[in-house]
């Protein structure tokens, strides 16, 4: 069996070298002639899977190490039974802390709590319900946009798209990039939707780039509808805006799902779609999973002021990747390539934390310390 796989998804080689003949491709290398004899594919968001590269060869699956999959030319799949699969989940958890965390850190640089305003969620899928959770544990009022959602279940427990433009301190967007069908999202935040908003809100994208209109935010910034942006994707990456970088509160190379906790799930789960397609054994799946943290052990007293978010910095400080972005912007993929993927709540314990203080940590996934 051929196996291409892109060569910076972690915890690959170990595991599936010995299944036979494989090859590690850097970004931008999956061409027509790499691919032509595979019969399957391990990509992430980078590697385009067009009918381009795909007419002709002999893959039978795609996995890509992602969520979103609109890097796949899935109409072209289907029609030629090319069978690919997503990582659905795998990352929902990293991104839901990247929320919190950046969410945090702006309330530290503005000195207004999260406690007690309205975020409204656009997308409550895999990331948007883990979101949902984490600022319910916040204090803070949850509204949920779901179009797909409540067509299923019925509108009880949700608004529509104006509802959040009015009503909505913070908006964040949890959905997956489509451009037709019942419920398109690109540029579902456009200048029309930034024209609606009352509140002057905080807008949060790490969901994908093209799903917030780049003009449609900067004449938002302008005019004053926007009170904050917190981006971590981008449209037309890794050629991102230097304009609206200079806008943003915080910015990010699109690594919000970039846990290693995240990493591991995502290609935890390309390994057993492989192995369930191929009819294979793939032993060691266990030993996918990332390394302990350097300092897993929060003592609280460390810190003399601001004790939870610091507790939350431990595992993710957006500060430090923003202003490695801000001075090299031109290096968006190199720094998505050699990122130090930071690991999730649930990796660390604490100590010396007030009752309050534990049952909070406790709802965002840190473990108290058992003495």
């Known amino acids: 069996m051929k196996i291409v796989a892109d060569n910076t998804i972690p915890f690959l080689q170990t595991i599936i070298d010995p299944l036979g003949d494989i090859t590690y491709l850097p970004a931008g290398q999956f061409t027509r002639e790499a691919i032509r004899d595979a019969d399957a594919l391990i990509v992430r968001s980078i590697d385009r899977c067009t009918r381009e590269i795909l007419e002709g060869s002999r893959v039978k699956l795609i996995t890509t190490a992602t969520i979103g999959f609109d890097h796949i030319d899935t ?39 999260i406690q007690n305003q309205t ?57 997956p990039l489509e451009k037709g069908g019942a419920h398109p999202s690109w540029h579902l935040a456009d200048r029309a939707f930034i024209e609606s908003l009352q509140r002057k809100p905080t807008l949060i ?85 990332p390394e302990a943290p350097v300092q897993p052990v929060i003592d609280l007293d460390t810190f003399t002021e601001n004790r939870i978010e610091n507790v939350l910095f431990t595992s993710f400080n957006p500060l430090v990747v923003d202003a490695r972005l801000r001075e090299m912007p031109d290096k968006f993929e190199w720094f998505r390539n050699h990122y130090d993927h930071p690991r999730e709540f649930h990796a660390y314990s604490f100590l010396h934390a007030n009752k309050e203080e534990a049952a909070l940590l406790e709802s965002l996934g840190f473990r108290r310390v058992v003495v």
């Not at 990331?127 to 949850?142: K, Y």
Request: contains cysteine; hydrophobic residues 45%.
């Open 75 to 113: 109409a072209y799949c289907d029609e030629v039974g090319i069978v690919w699969k997503n990582a659905p989940g795998s990352n929902a958890e990293s991104v839901a802390e990247y929320v919190v965390a950046s969410l945090m850190l702006q309330a530290l640089q503005t000195g207004k709590p």
């Open 119 to 175: 975020i409204g969620i656009v997308g409550v899928g895999h990331v948007g319900s883990r979101v949902q959770r984490h600022c319910e544990a916040l204090g803070m009022r949850v509204i949920l946009c779901d179009p797909p959602r409540a067509e299923k279940e019925g509108d009880a427990g949700f608004v529509s798209l104006a509802d959040i433009a009015r009503e909505a301190d913070i908006i964040t967007f949890h959905t």
């Open 205 to 289: 994208n790490s969901s994908r780039g093209a799903v917030c209109d780049t003009s449609a935010l900067l004449w938002g910034k302008k005019q004053g509808k926007i009170g904050a942006l917190i981006l971590d994707c981008w449209e037309n990456e890794p050629h991102i805006s230097l304009d609206l970088l200079q806008q943003t509160a915080i910015a990010t190379p699109h690594i919000a799902g970039f846990s290693a906790d995240g990493k591991a799930n995502a290609t935890r789960m390309c390994l057993e779609e492989i192995a369930r397609f191929f009819r294979l054994e793939i032993p060691f799946l266990d030993k996918v999973k």
